[in-house]
């Protein structure tokens, strides 16, 4: 597992807040694969760190938040989410929140497969 670079975290687009009849947008990720260039919505609050690594062909998307204690893991294959994972309380999951990311990951991975 590799850390994936080629990503922003930015606001969803418009439209697609519009449909989901959120007031507020949410995050999303938009990241390069194959020279196709991909914006999927994510799970991310805007006070999360996030980060992003690879394996193969699928994106590991690590959001977590220090102060309100949660942790979430979403993959992405080929722009669309194909699993994903949350816990309120990262103790729930049995997780450091101060963990190395990858180890986090794998953790949550656990999870999901």
């Keep these: 597992m590799r850390r994936f670079q080629h990503y922003i ?3 969803e687009p ?15 990720i938009v990241y390069q ?28 998307v690590l959001s977590r938040n220090y102060g309100l204690d949660y942790v979430g893991l979403e993959l992405i294959e080929n722009g669309e989410i194909v699993g994903e994972v949350f816990f309120q309380y990262a ?14 990951i794998k953790q949550l991975s656990e999870y999901i497969y």
């Design 9 to 11: 975290i930015d606001e």
């Design 14 to 28: 418009y439209e697609r807040q519009k449909d989901a009849g959120r007031y507020n947008p949410a995050r999303a």
């Design 33 to 60: 694969w194959d020279k196709m260039t991909y914006n999927v919505t994510i799970d991310a609050g805007t006070s999360d760190d996030v980060d992003v690594y690879h394996e193969g062909n699928t994106l590991y």
């Design 91 to 104: 103790e729930n999951a049995d997780v450091n929140l101060d963990a190395a990311p990858w180890n986090i």
